[in-house]
């Protein structure tokens, strides 16, 4: 920022000398005005060293030319002048010599925060400066008064409220025509809230740069180049080397065992893939372990470590005295102290070795004096040692004769140990004795058990149930009452309970596979089956347990989670049955593709010879074979609809206005025995569909739903407004579905119907009308319960909800050249002889590649009429293309079996033609495209 200042100085000095010099009033103006403009609309970096010199350039290049100015021009610069200094808080000021009067602008009054005046006093105007910097300001002006030595300094003032405000003081010398100082003159700038910030930013480094000297872990950074650019004294501390010896240097010279270990690998690591590395070291030569965590940055690395030796030793001899205790066999028994002299004590803790030891559970001895292990053969005289030792409070060790829960007797050694409080009194007693070492091991690891258990119980949504194998008390956490609705589940006799929620089907498996695995060898259980839930219907859960044993491998303990995986079986079967729907509609789509070819050529030749043959019973044979064929292609739409490749001609409709021209065709088609009731939403609004396909989707809908309720029913068929959707629903209470029949409804020729009464094709149109309508369909069905079928169209924008026109197009032959391209030789020469009959002169190809080849030999030609799909590497778009590049006003009219026509129609210049056809459309469609070519060139 001095730099700056110091830059803007200069500026200043060489635009006040070239003033001096200057005596043109439109190159001031001129300067002033692209100055101004330029720092209003886009300020640069240095706009305030713009604005210094324009201020300057005002004050003394208009004044110098002050007599010559017409009043209208000073005005100009003087609005001119305000709009640079309110954008930088910048004001003029004059002082007069020798009478040292001083004028100010309007800015520089307003900086001061004081009542507009005339002038004023020089020493009035020291005034106003702070006491502390009365001298430095009087310094500076006499200094440019006496020498001609410009100023630019930043001191602080007292404005008209009595508050400090920091500005920038700037002054220049002016001189006259004989080389003498006339006035001096400058400007004056509040820069109050830069300083503030700039203070305030030295505050914050000098705190920051505290707390990282006065933090508990080491810190220190190193630049791009590896070298160390800070550390503080904690660093210093743990890595005994004074900062001094350390900055600038490199830090794989000063720590060499880093360079070889895997320090350097975590830290370039941590800089090369630009994460975080955090890991714990052995750092030999300072005999010491460090927690490392180095942070990569653009401006290199920076590294947190702590010294964590200590807790190093800690775990290792925590580890140790682990290790000794597993190696005792010995049990535990831990009471609370007497609470008086001679008192009893209660026992507040046992082990698994002193149930399977006395017999006695947990809860018979809790609460109880040992005195209740001892009997008729106990000693006296050692019961009155332990008594003795326990009032001093002191160690004992013992050996007495205890009973077991049925009568049997067992020496116990026993060693008796006092627990010693911060009162220096004795709270509790630990008595150990024989073959309990693995049991304490095993208590220790199941109180951590149960803390990690009491955790997860907490932030899983898993039902957690822990099963006392012993007792058949289950416990559960609280998912057992929010994710399947069981409140109040009782502990007592809880496996039973849980067993009787399994349903009926899955329970004697489920059963015989936890009891299989408690009694053989395994660790873990696992099963799926349906669980009952509150509500009474069921739930898919994944149940899985681990298995503690004892000792001797017998299981006495289960814990372990049941998890709720309905909706996930739900969509993985929908998955799966996407993925099969989507490979039958491939194997469909081709099926139809390789039949349409055929029907084209029957449809056709059935066409021309019922047309021409003149005798009447071969001419009825023709259009009985026209008919059939005709019923095939309408068998093959279908197929091609399931697959979502039957072409559509859809338009913009309004699905209750569509359902509501369907009411009495309905109500014939569906019978008395059937209610039919409508409940259309006027928010359902449009959708863009083929109307035919929608009605006929309806009704075969509709038909199902009469077939469902044999004995009669309710059908009922809403709309409604689902989101962007519009959603038509076609409920009846019917026999409904399995989850089997569900699964397969899709499929084609998949029917429930008796034979000869459904071609299993309804379901499969509507499958396929909806996903190549851009919407979908779903079931919702059980048996007894009915049948729901909603179909979910995308709702158009009411702009957008507008009928299309229908389109015409004359029927006529034409004289043409036309090139056939097709590589089915049936439906070629089929094609060849149609066109030919009707005028046209036709050559033919067998692929894309022949048909290149035939356009440069044997053209011109008007059009070419070809198939999309063929052999080679060329297809029929591809080669429309090609030949469009070629020749733009050669039209190519294209035709599949696969009547994609949608994606296709939507790249090419004209509509495709779907096959099969017949011979009318093949004319109407070869007339349509050649006159429309003519007419657009």
Avoid at 162 to 181: E, F, Q
Avoid at 652 to 673: F, Q, Y
Wanted: proline letters at 4%.
């Amino acid at each position: 920022m001095r730099g700056a200042y110091a830059k803007a100085g200069s500026v200043f000095r060489s635009l006040v000398t070239w003033l001096r010099h200057c005596a043109a009033d439109r190159i001031v103006t001129g300067l002033l005005i692209g100055g101004t403009t330029v720092l209003v609309l886009a300020p640069p970096p240095d706009a305030w060293l713009w604005l210094v010199g324009a201020a300057l350039l005002i004050a003394g290049g208009i004044r110098y030319n002050r007599a010559r100015r017409k009043p209208r021009g000073r005005h100009e610069n003087r609005a001119l002048l305000e709009i640079a200094s309110k954008a930088a808080k910048l004001g003029g000021w004059v002082v007069h010599l020798p009478d040292r009067r001083i004028e100010w602008s309007d800015e520089t009054w307003a900086i001061h925060e004081r009542p507009k005046g005339k002038t004023v006093t020089l020493d009035e105007g020291i005034g106003y400066f702070a006491p502390e910097w009365r001298d430095t300001i009087t310094r500076h002006f006499e200094s440019c008064v006496a020498t001609g030595e410009p100023y630019d300094i930043e001191l602080e003032i007292i404005d008209g409220a009595g508050r400090r405000k920091w500005v920038r003081a700037i002054g220049v010398a002016i001189y006259d025509d004989t080389g003498r100082v006339s006035r001096i003159q400058g400007a004056l700038q509040d820069i109050d809230e830069r300083k503030r910030l700039e203070h305030a930013a030295m505050d914050l480094e000098r705190r920051f740069a505290e707390s990282m000297e006065n933090i508990s872990d080491a810190f220190f950074q190193l630049d791009t180049d590896w070298r160390f650019t800070y550390l503080n004294r904690q660093a210093e501390r743990l890595l005994e080397r004074p900062r001094s010896t350390l900055l600038g240097r490199l830090i794989w010279e000063e720590f060499p065992e880093a360079s070889s270990g895997i320090i350097r690998q975590h830290y370039e690591r941590a800089v090369r893939e630009n994460t975080t590395a955090d890991f714990e070291v052995f750092y030999e030569s300072l005999n010491a372990w460090f927690s490392v965590t180095a942070y990569p940055g653009t401006a290199g690395l920076t590294i947190y470590f702590r010294d964590v030796t200590t807790r190093h030793a800690d775990e290792q001899h925590l580890h140790m005295l682990e290790m000794a205790i597993s190696r005792i066999e010995d049990f535990v028994i831990i009471t609370d102290a007497p609470s008086q002299p001679g008192g009893d004590q209660k026992i507040v803790y046992v082990n698994d070795a002193f149930v399977r030891i006395t017999g006695y559970s947990r809860e018979e001895a809790l609460g109880r004096s040992p005195k209740f292990l001892q009997g008729q053969r106990t000693d006296a005289a050692t019961i009155d040692e332990i008594r003795q030792a326990i009032a001093l409070p002191r160690a004992i060790r013992a050996e007495i004769i205890n009973y077991t829960r049925d009568g049997r007797e067992y020496w116990v050694g026993m060693s008796i140990a006092p627990i010693i409080g911060p009162d220096g009194r004795a709270t509790h007693f630990v008595a150990t004795g024989r073959d309990i070492t693995d049991r304490k091991s095993a208590a220790e690891r199941l109180a951590e058990s149960e803390e990690r258990f009491s955790i997860v119980a907490m932030m899983t949504t898993d039902a957690i149930w822990d099963w006392d194998i012993a007792t058949g008390d289950v416990q559960w956490n609280s998912n057992i009452a929010s994710v399947f609705g069981h409140d109040d589940v009782p502990v007592e006799d809880g496996f039973r309970i849980w067993e009787a929620k399994i349903h009926p089907d899955d329970r004697a498996r489920v059963v015989s596979s936890i009891l299989a695995a408690i009694d053989g060898n395994a660790n873990t259980w696992l099963e799926e089956y349906r669980f009952r839930r509150g509500t009474g219907t069921y739930a898919e859960v994944l149940d899985q347990g681990h298995i503690i044993r004892n000792t001797a491998g017998t299981a006495i303990r289960m814990v372990g989670g049941v998890r709720d995986v309905t909706e996930t079986r739900l969509n993985e079967a929908k998955r799966l049955q996407a993925q099969r729907l989507e490979a039958i509609g491939q194997l469909t789509g081709g099926v139809a593709h390789d039949f349409n070819n055929l029907l084209t050529v029957i449809i056709g030749t059935a066409e021309t010879l019922a047309d021409e043959i003149a005798d009447p019973r071969l001419s009825a044979i023709a259009k009985l074979n026209h008919k059939a064929s005709r019923q095939g292609a309408a068998l093959t739409r279908q197929l091609l609809t399931f697959a979502g490749r039957q072409p559509l001609e859809p338009a913009p409709l309004s699905i209750n206005k569509s359902i509501r021209a369907m009411e009495g065709l309905l109500g014939t088609a569906l019978g008395e025995t059937i209610i039919l009731g409508f409940e259309l939403d006027g928010t359902a609004g449009h959708v863009r569909a083929d109307a035919a396909q929608l009605e006929a989707s309806i009704m075969n809908l509709c038909i199902n739903a009469r077939d469902a309720m044999p004995a009669g029913g309710r059908l009922t068929i809403s709309t409604a407004q689902d989101g962007n959707d519009a959603v038509i629903r076609i409920a009846d209470n019917g026999i409904g579905m399995d989850a089997e029949t569900r699964a397969k409804a899709f499929e084609p020729f998949f029917t429930t119907k008796p034979f000869g009464k459904g071609s299993g094709l309804g379901l499969s149109m509507v499958y396929g009308f909806m996903r190549q309508s851009g919407g979908r369909i779903e079931i919702q069905s059980e048996p007894d319960y009915g049948t729901t079928i909603s179909l979910f169209f995308p709702r158009l924008m009411l702009a957008d909800a507008v009928a299309e026109p229908p389109r015409t197009a004359a029927v006529q032959g034409g004289c043409e050249r036309v090139l056939v391209v097709e590589d089915d030789e049936m439906v070629r020469d089929f094609a060849s002889g149609t066109l030919v009959s009707l005028g046209y002169s036709v050559t033919c190809a067998g692929n894309a590649t022949e048909a290149l080849r035939t356009l440069e030999t044997d053209g011109p030609f008007d059009l070419v009429f070809s198939d999309v799909v063929m052999p080679g590497p060329i297809d029929g778009r591809a080669m429309a293309d090609e030949i469009s590049a070629r020749d733009p006003n050669l039209p190519v009219l294209l035709t599949t079996g696969y009547a994609d026509i949608e994606s296709i129609g939507a790249t090419m210049r004209f509509r495709p033609l779907a096959k099969p056809y017949t011979r009318r459309q093949l004319a109407d469609a070869l007339r349509e495209t050649i006159d429309a070519s003519r007419n657009n060139q």
